[in-house]
Structures are given as structure tokens and as C-alpha cells.
């Protein structure tokens, strides 16, 4: 009865952990994730100036609204 006992205490600790780790990845990492492709996305579609700011960046802007600037990353 003792190793039943055992093994049920380890189901309910395993399980735990997961519920735990499932929390983590949702509220922090899946966040950032979704972020970093809606912003590659972005900058993928829009136009972009030819030439880079002091910082790497670029101004780009969508076709026909160039009065909604937005900055990514200058790739060259």
C-alpha cells in the first residue's frame, strides 16, 4: 500500500509542476512570442526608407498612410 501511496503522491506532484509550467509559458514567453511576430510581420509589409538612423533603424510607413511612421530594424 506504501508504493501506491508513493506513486500517487509523484502523479500529484508531476502534475502540479506541469499546471505550473503551463502558467509560466502562457502569462510570460507566449506574450513575448506573439509580440515579436506581430512586429516582424509589421515591418514585412510596410516600405521602408533606404536609409538607416544612427541607431540601426529605419523609418517605414504602410502604402498610403505615410502619415502613420513606424521604425524597424534596417536589414541593408
Known amino acids: 500500500m506504501k508504493e501506491a501511496t508513493g506513486e500517487?503522491?509523484?502523479t500529484v506532484f508531476v502534475i502540479i509542476v506541469v499546471a505550473i509550467l503551463a502558467a509560466f509559458?502562457?502569462?510570460i514567453i507566449w506574450p513575448m512570442?506573439?509580440?515579436?511576430m506581430a512586429r516582424t510581420t509589421k515591418c514585412s509589409d510596410a516600405i521602408c526608407e533606404k536609409k538607416p538612423n544612427?541607431?540601426?533603424?529605419?523609418d517605414c510607413y504602410y502604402?498610403?498612410?505615410r502619415?502613420?511612421?513606424?521604425?524597424?530594424v534596417w536589414k541593408g
Do not use: H, P
Not at 33 to 36: A, E, S, V
Not at 54 to 58: E, N, P, Q, S
Not at 67 to 72: D, I, Q
Open 8 to 10: 500517487l503522491n509523484m
Open 63 to 65: 502604402k498610403g498612410r
Open 33 to 36: 512570442i506573439r509580440n515579436n
Open 54 to 58: 544612427a541607431d540601426g533603424t529605419v
Open 25 to 27: 509559458f502562457f502569462t
Open 67 to 72: 502619415s502613420e511612421k513606424f521604425t524597424c
